[in-house]
T-cell receptor, first 113, second 115 residues
């Protein structure tokens, strides 16, 4: 498609539950990026993919966060054993190359109660 | 470590006023520079980009930015703002380091334009 599609728009989970977010990049874009935005502040980089390979995961909290981009499937970001501080808007972006501007999705608002 | 600084966190202007939002980055190598805008309740949209060439770049909606390499700056300008420019503006830098592309975003500047 011509837009980055993120689902769901809103996700509510109790503390300790699992949360899974999805992102379909723009067709033909090889790079996918995940960001976390807490309280409308800065975008914290989490992880990027080049096709199905992890490109840069320096921002990922390794203990509970994981992500995948498998062929012919939306990319996913999964948080195990969620904590209150995981409440944020998670944005996905895609780019045709790593240097080109990123196209952002509408984000998934994750609320941990 | 690379970083992007946006010194103005909140800016309030009246319609027709001129706008300049500051953006400074710290990285000694080649960079690509971007300004994004996030309207209330919406996702980030690209305003303009600089890769090379003329350091004065023009973007959408009358915005422009000037890359000053010696100052590591990429300030955003608009001669006359409108109420509809109320939004959050993010400066971003793309660097290639250790074989990866890294995007670094500034903390954003919240602009409110009074009608």
């Amino acid at each position: 498609g011509e837009e980055v599609a993120q689902t769901p728009k809103h996700l509510v989970r109790g503390e300790g539950q699992k949360a899974k977010l999805y992102c379909a990049p723009i067709k033909g874009h090889s790079y996918v990026f995940w960001y976390q935005q807490v309280l409308k502040n800065e975008f914290k980089f989490l992880i990027s993919f080049q096709n199905e390979n992890v490109f840069d995961e320096t921002g990922m909290p390794k203990e509970r966060f994981s992500a995948k981009c498998l062929p012919n499937s939306p990319c996913s970001l999964e948080i195990q054993a969620t904590k209150l501080e995981d409440s944020a808007v998670y944005f996905c972006a895609s780019s045709p190359t790593g240097a080109q501007p990123q196209h952002f999705g509408d984000g998934t608002r994750l609320s941990i109660l | 470590a690379q970083s992007v600084s946006q010194h103005n966190h909140h800016v309030i202007l009246s319609e027709a006023a001129s706008l300049e939002l500051g953006c400074n980055y710290s990285y000694g190598g080649t960079v690509n520079l971007f300004w994004y805008v996030q309207y209330p309740g919406q996702h980030l949209q690209l305003l303009l980009k600089y890769f090379s060439g003329d350091p004065l770049v023009k973007g959408i909606k009358g915005f422009e930015a000037e890359f000053i390499k010696s100052k590591f700056s990429f300030n955003l300008r608009k001669p006359s703002v409108q109420w509809s420019d109320t939004a959050e503006y993010f400066c971003a830098v793309n660097v290639r380091t250790s074989g990866t592309y890294k995007y670094i975003f500034g903390t954003g500047t919240r602009l409110k334009v009074l009608a």
